[in-house]
């Protein structure tokens, strides 16, 4: 079943439990006003941050959140890590990087699910829309993102493996060097996708494969962040948990604010809202995915992995959005 449709189930089946917890989502927090700087990179997938913004959940939980612009997940992820923000949104591939190079990151909870935010996009009447035809082809990609963990796995369960070219690009500036002929074909992310798109006067192909790469949406913090500040944490958590359950009840009402926070507009916005599952959870997919990623980089998981999932945060929350196997 693909992703998007389990997640359709999933909201169904957490009716009950949201209502039931609703009553907590919106209890203000204790300890006095808090501030926090989040990295984001202007995303759809963040809808949770900018209608828990819009909407005023995180006054509610008496929190000021700040967004420090990113390019990309990377980008806020090394930002975050760099102590130049307390939080950060990424996929789960610099996430799982992060993790490799062991660096103080705790995972509080994926935000967002999709596996068709990932495409290969080529000029239109390219005929690039179907794998074998990539054979040959230069293939521009964007290193340690879900960009590059999507077109590795087209190429491998393609065969193609060793038969295209693959050329490293910024995410800024991918676009551009296809619209310059530099590659055939970019493995980019919806919102790049978007931008670079008027670039191209005759549209463009796509090539989406759903259920070969489920990337999340991961909230990120440092160890020594979530150490001292742990009751900011939870409080932030229960802001986003608000932010859901209103997306949940109204989408349409969603879809303006997060327009306005990415800069797109509304139609296009609600295009694509189906090919996202804003939840939050953190749940043995995930885990095994970040596993994944370390062993096709040639690290060894371990049973430390457990210990970047800062699950009892969520837990305190909501425990049933905890699912991990100890």
Do not use: C
């Not at 997640?7 to 439990?17: C, D, E, H, N, R």
């Amino acid at each position: 079943m693909m992703v998007w449709r389990s997640w359709k189930l999933f909201l169904a089946a957490g009716l009950v439990t949201a209502a039931a917890v609703t009553g907590t989502l919106l209890v203000r927090g204790h300890g006095g006003r808090q501030h926090l700087v989040l990295a984001e990179s202007h995303q759809m997938m963040s809808a949770l941050i900018f209608v828990a913004q819009a909407e005023g959940h995180f006054a509610d939980q008496e929190l000021t959140v700040d967004l420090l612009p990113a390019s990309n997940g990377k980008i806020a992820m090394e930002l975050m890590l760099d102590g130049k923000a307390d939080l950060s949104l990424s996929s789960d591939v610099p996430a799982a990087g992060a993790v490799m190079a062991r660096k103080p990151i705790r995972i509080l909870s994926t935000i967002q699910t999709s596996d068709r935010d990932v495409v290969i996009a080529s000029p239109s009447g390219s005929g690039l829309t179907i794998p074998g035809e990539l054979a040959g082809k230069r293939i521009g990609y964007t290193p340690e993102t879900n960009s590059q963990q999507f077109l590795d796995l087209l190429l491998l369960q393609s065969g193609l493996t060793g038969k295209v070219t693959l050329v490293p690009l910024d995410s800024n500036k991918i676009m551009q060097a296809m619209a310059d002929g530099e590659v055939d074909a970019v493995s980019v992310w919806t919102t790049v996708r978007i931008l670079g798109a008027g670039l191209f006067p005759k549209g463009l192909d796509t090539l989406s494969l759903p259920g070969l790469y489920t990337g999340s949406w991961i909230l990120s913090t440092r160890t020594e962040v979530v150490e001292a500040r742990r009751d900011t944490m939870v409080r932030f958590i229960r802001a986003l948990l608000a932010a859901e359950w209103s997306i949940l009840k109204d989408r349409e009402k969603a879809i303006p604010v997060v327009a306005a926070a990415t800069g797109f507009d509304e139609a296009l916005v609600r295009s694509h809202w189906e090919s996202y599952g804003f939840t939050l959870r953190l749940d043995q997919a995930l885990l095994l995915s970040l596993e994944g990623h370390l062993r096709r980089a040639g690290g060894d998981p371990g049973p430390e992995m457990l210990g970047y999932l800062q699950s009892d945060v969520l837990r305190e929350v909501d425990p049933t959005r905890v699912t991990v196997l100890d």
